[in-house]
């Protein structure tokens, strides 16, 4: 689930020139449970830097313990069989060469093209042996960003130079390929989704929108993102099962929102999950969770200081697992971190934040979640 790092990656050039339990407030910091769900193995991928850093390392955690892949970004992760795949970026240690990738248990498999540095990887799924990545690639041109996917390392173009879109996540249904993202159609971001190369809009013009991750349940499939009136400036999370649209609630409870936005989505029994943000006037974002359309903001509690994305989740045994990242805002110009504030990747365990990673300065973030 990875455009929504680049929210993040502008917060790490900057830095160097968070009521779950479906009745509760956000909970205080706790150390990581080992097991994070009993009988259960919780895999989440990102990345980190701390202050003995020179460059972001590409890791997963499995169950709240670090596995190091090497420089670079873990966007997104599933595990198949006890085989962990892990999709991302590698970088060397100047951090300006590297290549789109994904590793299989640490090995890691570079993909055609990806060493142009506009390559961005989103997404990724295994189908009978086969490993599909979603991502994004610039050609140069006046519509430069191409939404594509690779297929064991082999590209597939979506769109080409005269259409300017982005592929957010990928899914495999039936031997069906689905592809998730937005393409500019007469001057409007129009939230689509290809399958098998065919591409479908899931809105008119006379809305916005972007399209994240998918799901499936039979034949059925679901995808999360968001959708705002052209007309307008606020925008709505919502889920669109099979190609039909369902909002779903922003109204919150620590004030006015602008408008919120769902990254990830998972499927448990007849229940739909989100993950995602409420944005509230006057207040950073809250990171939220929706069940069957009911909101529960996790991090409203603190939101007058931190801010806090939630870009995916997953559920096992009524355990929800969140993942993410937050920050706090220094006013203090005085404090050695104004100019160096942190950025923590995180997990929510039915509403108890857990911090990845605790050392005082570090910039990292938690992008996939996959529970075996």
């Known amino acids: 689930m990875r455009t929504y790092s680049l929210l993040l990656i502008t917060l790490i050039g900057l830095a160097f020139l968070g009521c779950e339990d479906d009745n509760t407030t956000e909970q205080e910091d706790q150390q990581t449970f080992t097991p994070i769900i ?16 020179d460059q972001m390392v590409a890791c997963y955690w499995l169950d709240g313990i670090r596995v190091d892949l090497e420089y670079g970004a873990a966007e997104a992760i ?28 640490g090995i890691r498999y ?31 041109s006046m519509f430069g960003t191409n939404a594509c996917y690779w297929k064991n390392g082999v590209r597939t173009d979506l769109t080409g130079s ?33 399958k098998n190369g065919n591409i479908n809009n899931l809105h008119g013009t006379t809305y916005f929108g972007d399209a994240y991750d998918i799901d499936f349940k039979g034949d059925d499939f679901y995808i999360a993102g968001e959708r705002g009136a052209a007309s307008s400036d606020a925008w709505n999370a919502c889920y669109w099962k099979n190609g039909n649209v369902n909002n779903v609630s922003r109204n919150s409870s620590f004030g006015n929102s602008w408008g919120a936005t769902a990254f990830g989505i998972f499927l448990d029994g007849n229940d739909v999950y989100l993950a995602g943000y409420n944005a509230i006037a006057n207040k950073f974002d809250i990171g939220c969770k929706w069940k069957n359309g009911n909101l529960h903001e996790l991090s409203g ?22 993942v993410g990242f937050y920050y706090t805002f220094i006013e203090d110009e005085n404090d050695p971190l104004y100019y160096d504030s942190p950025i923590f990747a995180c997990y929510y365990r039915n509403g108890q934040r857990v911090n990845l990673e605790e050392s005082e300065w570090q910039v990292g973030e938690a992008t996939g979640v996959f529970i075996e």
């Open 78 to 105: 599933t595990v198949q069989n006890g085989d962990v795949y892990v999709a991302g970026q590698w970088f060397d240690a100047t951090g300006w060469n590297g290549e789109a990738c994904y590793w299989i248990n």
């Open 162 to 194: 005269n259409i300017d879109a982005m592929a957010n996540s990928i899914g495999i249904n039936n031997g069906d390929v689905y592809v998730t993202g937005w393409r500019i159609q007469n001057h409007a971001s129009i939230a689509c989704y290809w």
């Open 38 to 53: 009993e009988g259960r193995k919780v895999y989440i991928s990102g990345f980190y830097q701390d202050s003995t850093l």
């Open 110 to 140: 570079d993909l055609q093209g990806g060493g142009n540095p506009d390559v961005e990887v989103t997404g990724i799924a295994v189908d009978n042996g086969d490993v599909y990545v979603s991502g994004v690639r610039s050609d140069g």
């Open 301 to 322: 509690s603190t939101a007058n200081e931190q801010q806090t994305w939630l870009y995916d989740i997953a559920v096992a045994n009524d355990v929800k697992i969140t």
